[in-house]
């Protein structure tokens, strides 16, 4: 198995940034791809941006393009989500997952992802 901690989440003001971070242990050699969703109030889980296991190939959702940013540090077993330009549709529950899946560009479909995390608050005040 692999477990997923997710943390960095919490309010800020609209145009401010929020790195977030997902700290992966257990079974980390077999994770493919890495993703962060989210869930916003009274909607359906969405993709926000994924990256390959090399850190090479990127995939981002079109409502974050130019604002976010996925990394990720192999070595410490981290991925992080860069947030900047917050708007206020911008708050959900920020979700971090692990695909077993090969895709390149990395998938943007949750049915492709195995493991996730519990996931941290992000809100954005108007």
């Known amino acids: 198995q692999v477990q997923l901690v997710e943390s960095g989440g919490g309010l800020v003001q609209t145009g401010n940034s929020l790195t977030l971070s997902c700290a992966a242990s257990g079974r980390t050699f077999s994770s493919e791809a890495m993703g962060w969703f989210r869930r916003a109030p009274g909607k359906e889980r969405e993709f926000v941006a994924a990256?390959?296991?090399?850190?090479?190939?990127?995939s981002y959702a079109d409502s974050v393009k130019g604002r976010f940013t996925i990394s990720r540090d192999s070595a410490k077993n981290t991925v992080y989500l860069n947030m900047n330009s917050l708007k206020p549709e911008d708050t959900a529950v920020y979700y971090c997952a692990a695909s077993l899946a090969l895709r390149v560009p990395p998938s943007t479909r949750n049915n492709d992802y195995n493991y996730w995390g519990q996931g941290t608050q992000v809100t954005v005040s108007s």
């Open positions: 990256i390959t296991r090399n850190g090479y190939v990127t």
